[in-house]
């Protein structure tokens, strides 16, 4: 069974960055496809970004261009680097296996990401 813990969130200004980190467990991680999920208050999750097993990225076409996925092997990490956050950025994040969508019902506790003033 994955193990999924999230962290890196935090209070933002418009504008701000953050780096996000997933740590796994249970799973051969390099196998995997890994990908960042958000939920905001009263909206369902929605997929943000995915990498593949071979390191290859997609974005949703609102943080194409502002957030960076990337993945360590040796850690069995991933990240995401936000940058140029906006307000309605604001959500938990997630990871979960799989790039386009979650493959795993084992979501982790998530991070807070707040953008404001």
């Known amino acids: 069974q994955v193990q999924l813990a999230e962290s890196g969130g935090g209070l933002v200004q418009p504008g701000g960055s953050l780096r996000l980190s997933c740590a796994t467990s249970g799973i051969i991680f390099r196998i995997y496809g890994m990908g960042w999920y958000r939920q905001a208050p009263g909206k369902q999750r929605e997929w943000v970004a995915g990498i593949t097993s071979g390191g290859t990225t997609t974005y949703a076409d609102s943080v194409k261009g502002r957030f960076t996925i990337s993945r360590d092997n040796a850690k069995n990490t991933v990240y995401l680097q936000m940058n140029s956050l906006k307000p309605e950025d604001t959500a938990v994040y997630y990871c979960?296996?799989?790039?386009?969508?979650?493959?795993?019902?084992?979501w982790g506790q998530g991070t807070q990401v707040t953008v404001s003033s």
């Open positions: 979960n296996t799989g790039s386009l969508y979650a493959t795993s019902n084992a």
